[in-house]
């Protein structure tokens, strides 16, 4: 039986080197630091990174379900927002208080909304101001 668990032991100290050598090339495919940023995320990099993504997330999350525009859209419409409230002068914005006023703007418990008109609604009424 010595002879056994012996060999069985060789056996398992070969498994256990091509086991080894396994996990080395597993966590390269597991970590993506390629992976493409969420929107929470896009929209602080946007912003210098002022905030944590948490926080562009939490207002998205509030936002999300009022509109018919997916997240990604969202962060998307944020940022367009943004750039036209800046080509007309507006400099005391940024992606997350834009995120704010959209959320502010867009009520909660109607029927989803093209937040996209919602965030042209707003720059519009800035323009006014």
Same mark, same amino acid.
């Given at each position: ?39 929470? /995320? %896009? !929209?602080? #990099? ?5 905030? @944590? ?8 999350? &509030? ?36 995120? /704010? %006023? !959209?959320? #502010? ?5 109607? @029927? ?8 042209? &609604? ?8």
């Amino acid at each position: 039986m010595a002879a056994t668990a012996c060999g069985s032991s060789n056996t398992d100290t070969n498994d256990t080197s091509t086991a080894a050598a396994k996990p080395a090339s597993s966590p390269s495919p597991s970590t993506h630091p390629s992976a493409p940023p969420g929107p929470d /995320q %896009k !929209l602080a #990099a946007l912003d210098g990174n002022l905030r @944590p993504a948490d926080q562009y997330q939490q207002v998205l999350s &509030a936002l999300a379900p009022r509109c018919k525009e997916d997240v990604s859209h969202l962060a998307t419409v944020v940022d367009t927002t943004l750039k036209s409230l800046k080509k007309k002068g507006a400099t005391d914005e940024d992606e997350f208080s834009v995120l /704010q %006023k !959209l959320e #502010a703007w867009v009520p909660a418990g109607d @029927p989803r909304v093209n937040c996209a008109s919602k965030a042209a &609604a707003y720059v519009a009424q800035r323009q006014g101001s």
